[in-house]
């Protein structure tokens, strides 16, 4: 793990950590905060950090929140990011924190967790660092913990992905009095061959009122593309255990497979979005585990979303569904997979499809991908999307210029979406 202390000394010297109050934060950052309105809620946009140093740049930004011990009764909120080194495909050397306690006006540096590192691992004989990435944390509310789930990444000796390999849905939990993620640990599942690739990675998951969790997870059994199934799992404050799955969703074609499966209630209904190499689409259910046949994400005139080969996730209001994703067609052919920027629009929960004139921008586009996200309930008034720039274009031989002519520089962009009426989610 020598070489990986060296990195991460190295890579925490080059950071650009701010800790300002918002005034100074305004004027500190090259981008200004904006402000777009619409009939159901305004946003407005910070960078309360940025960091790139054409080696290494933030990545997988996603917030959590704890209730009440922040300050004057707001929420706390917990910020993990992993660490991308530019110059490889996936390499994630290292989560990373920020917190702040008075709703983003001030923030604490980023600052590595030691507690979730990457560990070296003997895998078939053979010494292999494992890492968590694409995490995200969550407020579990029957238990009061704040509970992160991610999955592994298996590396060769020298941080390379090499299929086949193992992979396990990762999990920490947050302990508010120490203010300290917990070692992180691998949730067990029933059929170690059938699972043996198989993790929960950038996925939003739902809380049941009574304290189930309906985890999504996406796996590859041998000799099959990747599919998705949602997991109901127990959560007793400490340990996630797995109880039983739903109906197993796949689309049978040539490419990869789905993945990335995100999953929100609305109504009465069950909402899956899911990543393809070709599109997006998106399911539903009655209770959480069995789901329909995947459609195709659209929009309401029935031309195609757009929204291909990376994630979307829900923003979800007590009043309307919202789709948080990127796509084709928004004079961003410039960026990787059109990654850029990142829109919001209302969702149709009956006809299954966007609602066109409901699209806005949360973050523009500025060269850099922003196609790896979070979305935060924080309270009842805000909801987040955290994001950060992606310094990595064309495959990793390909660095982006620090200063490229689109403007990006490793900026970790924070979207408030501040509803007109409270979100009684």
Not at 162 to 178: C, E, G
Not at 342 to 360: I, W
């Amino acid at each position: 793990m020598q070489r990986r202390e060296f990195l991460n000394r190295s890579f925490l010297a080059g950071a650009t950590c701010i800790s300002l109050p918002l005034a100074e934060l305004r004027e500190a950052i090259s981008s200004e905060i904006l402000t777009k309105k619409t009939n159901a809620y305004r946003i407005t946009r910070s960078a309360p950090t940025k960091f790139y140093d054409g080696k290494k740049c933030w990545c997988h930004p996603r917030a959590g929140i704890i209730p009440g011990v922040g300050n004057n009764g707001d929420p706390r909120v917990v910020l993990t990011m992993n660490s991308l080194t530019v110059s490889g495909s996936d390499v994630f050397e290292g989560l990373f924190g920020m917190i702040t306690d008075d709703l983003g006006k001030t923030w604490s540096k980023p600052t590595e967790i030691k507690t979730l590192a990457p560990r070296i691992e003997t895998i078939d004989g053979q010494k292999r660092p494992v890492a968590v990435s694409d995490f995200w944390p969550t407020w579990h509310q029957k238990t009061g913990r704040l509970l992160g789930t991610g999955h592994t990444v298996v590396y060769t000796p020298d941080w390379k992905v090499k299929n086949p390999r193992p992979r396990h849905t990762s999990y920490s939990v947050y302990d508010t009095k120490l203010n300290q993620w917990a070692a992180w640990k691998k949730l067990q599942m029933p059929d170690q061959k059938e699972f043996y690739n198989a993790g929960a990675g950038c996925v939003q998951r739902f809380d049941e009122p009574e304290g189930s969790i309906l985890l999504p997870i996406y796996f590859e059994p041998a000799g099959k593309n990747s599919r998705v199934t949602v997991l109901r799992c127990q959560f007793d404050g400490k340990e996630l255990t797995y109880q039983q799955q739903g109906n197993v969703i796949a689309v049978e074609d040539k490419t990869r497979g789905i993945g990335e499966p995100s999953l929100t209630k609305f109504q009465d209904d069950y909402f899956l979005t899911i990543r393809h190499d070709k599109r997006g689409y998106i399911a539903t259910s009655k209770d959480g585990l069995h789901f329909t046949d995947p459609k195709p994400w659209t929009f309401d005139n029935g031309e195609p979303l757009g929204s291909y080969n990376t994630q979307q996730h829900w923003v979800t209001h007590s009043d309307a569904l919202y789709l948080v994703y990127t796509r084709s067609g928004a004079n961003n052919a410039h960026v990787f997979r059109h990654r850029a920027p990142l829109f919001m629009a209302q969702v149709d929960p009956k006809r299954l499809c966007v609602l066109r004139k409901t699209e806005q921008t949360l973050v523009p586009q500025r060269g850099a991908r922003l196609g790896n996200f979070g979305t935060t309930y924080v309270n009842p008034e805000e909801s987040w999307v955290t994001v950060s720039e992606w310094m990595q274009t064309w495959g990793p031989n390909y660095v982006m210029p620090v200063n490229n002519k689109y403007g990006s520089d490793g900026s970790l962009w924070i979207a408030r979406i501040h509803w007109d009426k409270p979100n009684r989610v």
